[in-house]
């Protein structure tokens, strides 16, 4: 029996819609590497037993990715991811940037850096290194 | 679509049950504790002719006294039955649905308004009609057993009597029950329904009455003037009067003026029998005449009755279905 | 075939036009939102579309038949006060349900009530909580297996977790039987998150009808100074304006001129936008 590997988590008051929030929890579980090749996405009937969204808007966002060329729709059997988004820099718990990210935030904290301290440090310092008009 | 109409009527239906079984006990114990009280008394042979029977001195009387409540009871439950099915039976049978806006329910689903209609109507009308005339019998079944000891007495045209007996209570429970469905669908209010439905059902019931529509079944009979009949059947009397030597009734009042004044002689005197009926008879009256109902008719009467009732009842359930198709 | 037509559809109460001309053609199997105040017109839409009302003018028209004072056999209709039997048990309503239905599905009414957390089927309607009376409702709206949903106010009076168990029952006959459903809401929160088309009702009359990213995508808002709106191109919907600032809602907007910015509306404001415009007309109307 095949089962969805993620579930989403849709949140309504975000004021992002449904349908980008799918494509991006889809992208980012792919980056991680908790979603590879060959793994079923969850069915529309699926992810509204979960989360009550309108299964229509998830057709619409899977039909999005399938346009990016991440997943395939195979008739009768599911959604279905086609390529892998991981890196060695990404996946997995003891990826060497992770770990050292992990020291990091562990310094960070012995600091004593509060949780808003560091995602302040956090996006400045991206933003250093990748400036807004380079980010898709 | 029965099973449905037979549940949502489950609470009426149970009461009609136990009104009958109930009351069916009650009449089958009345009837028979009266046949012992008869016997006791010595006066079981006075049924038939109450009259001319010989008796224990005052047993009929005491008989009478104690029996003219029970009698009266029954009497009035027959009467009123047709009322409590219209008030409640039949007001609430479309209103509580309109005003709880189940109909909306019943509406949108595959039954149409109809048949959901017809099949309300049945279910609610029939088994309230058998209650009423399994009833109605068993009261009648009673009531003869008391024979002229007993209110049948008052013969059949008697008010009472007359209310309680043939198909006429048939005719008020349909009447009552179409009356009362009518309003439910007009005003959408089930106490409104119920309270305007008693009150034009005893208006309705009393002012029209079967035994006025009734009088084509009149038959006339007349005597010479002076002349005694044997014996006058028994029956309802509607009107008295004259008629002249070509056998056409006398208007009234004319005829009173000439009866007033051979009452008397021309000296002033009161006159004499022979006098009085000479005199009648000089100023133009030839005979006495009295249109009667016979009692063997009265189950004619009681068919033009239940005609008119149920008349009555098809307008209104034509209302109904009218006011239910115009109903969102 | 469409799921639901509507052809210059009026409805007159007395003296009042509750709907007038009205058209609008809906898709099928999406979700719509029916969106307006209270008293735009949106239960009346829906009892007529349900074949409960008969329209002064125009007609309806579901899966190309014409309704004709009943409703159509594809059809369900759930009414906003819940019409259910209160003093019947939830089993005995669905008996009813089935008595009344040429075409029934009690597996999928047992299926449905099976959705959510205890509905004790012996117990009466009168005693269930609001959450649970609409749910049963709608399981009995179901159970008809119907091909079109018509919801008046289905989640008016929820508690949140009611409303998100009648959401996803909904959006479950979406996702299992490509049903069209239709769901009013004078709370537009309620709705946003789960509809992909809308039908925006205000006085009685049609203000938007579309696919809602179709819409929002025709739709800009601009905000820039107030002496200078002439060089904005588009259909001015509606605007609000402070002392030096204007915020313009248009549609089919041009790019945004020098000193403006622009972007896409979200939902709020774009539904917003057109009831504050469609209310500035009736109050210069009534102006004279």
Known sequence: MLTGVIEFRIDRHSGVSTYMQIVHQVRQAMRLGLLTSGDRLPSAREVVDATAVNPNTVLKAYRELEREGLVEGRRGLGTFVTKSLATEATAGDDAPLRRELGRWMGSAREGGLVVEDVDALYSAVRDEHYPAEERS | ?328 | MTPLTATAVGKRYRTRWAVRDCSFSLPEGKVVALLGANGAGKSTLLRMAAGLVRPTTGELSVFGTPLRGRIHPDVSFLAQNRPLYRDLTVRELVRVGAAMNDRWSADRVREVLALQAGVDHDAKVRTLSAGSVTQVAIAMALGRLPRLLLLDEPLADLDPLAREETLRIIMAEVADRGTTVVMSSHVLADLREVCDHMLLVDEGRVQVDGDVEEVLARHRVLVGPVTDESTVEGELVSATRTQRQSTLLLKDAGPAPEGWAGAEPDLDSLVMGYLRASRERRASAQRG
Request: proline fraction near 4%; charged fraction near 15%.
């Open chain 2, 1 to 328: 679509m029965i099973w449905a109409s037979l549940r949502l009527q489950r609470l009426q239906l149970l009461t009609l049950l136990g009104t009958l079984v109930v009351g069916a006990g009650v009449i089958v114990l009345l009837r028979s504790n009266m046949i012992d009280a008869l016997d006791s008394a010595q006066i079981a042979h006075c049924v038939r002719a109450a009259d001319q029977c010989v008796a224990p001195d005052g047993a009929v009387k005491a008989f009478r006294t104690t029996w003219s409540t029970p009698f009266e009871t029954a009497q009035l439950l027959i009467i009123g039955l047709p009322a409590l099915i219209g008030v409640f039976i039949g007001a609430p049978l479309f209103a509580l649905e309109l005003e709880q806006g189940t109909h909306v329910l019943a509406f949108t689903q595959s039954v149409s308004r109809t048949r959901w209609m017809l099949s309300k109507l049945v279910v609610a009308l029939v088994p309230a009609l058998v209650v009423l005339v399994v009833l109605q019998h068993l009261v009648g079944w009673w009531l003869d057993a008391a024979g002229s000891l007993g209110p049948l007495y008052n013969g059949p045209f008697n008010r009472v009597n007359f209310a309680i007996q043939g198909v006429s209570p048939l005719g008020y429970a349909l009447f009552a029950f179409a009356l009362g469905t009518f309003l439910g669908a007009l005003t959408r209010r089930t106490l409104a329904a119920m309270t305007a439905g008693l009150v034009a059902f005893v208006v309705v019931r009393f002012a029209v009455s079967g035994l006025v529509t009734g009088s084509v079944f009149a038959e006339r009979r007349a005597t010479a003037v002076g002349e005694v009949p044997e014996q006058r059947e028994s029956g309802l009397v509607l009107t008295t009067g004259w008629l002249d030597a070509s056998g056409q009734a006398v208007p009234s009042d004319r005829a009173s003026v000439l009866n007033q004044a051979c009452k008397t002689t021309p000296g002033g005197s009161p006159n004499t029998e022979e006098g009085y009926l000479a005199c009648l008879r000089e100023s133009g009256f030839a005979q006495n005449y009295w249109d009667v109902i016979p009692d063997s008719r009265a189950w004619q009467v009681h068919l033009v009755d239940v005609a008119v009732f149920g008349v009555l009842a098809v307008v209104l359930l034509a209302g109904t279905t009218w006011a239910l198709r115009r109903q969102s």
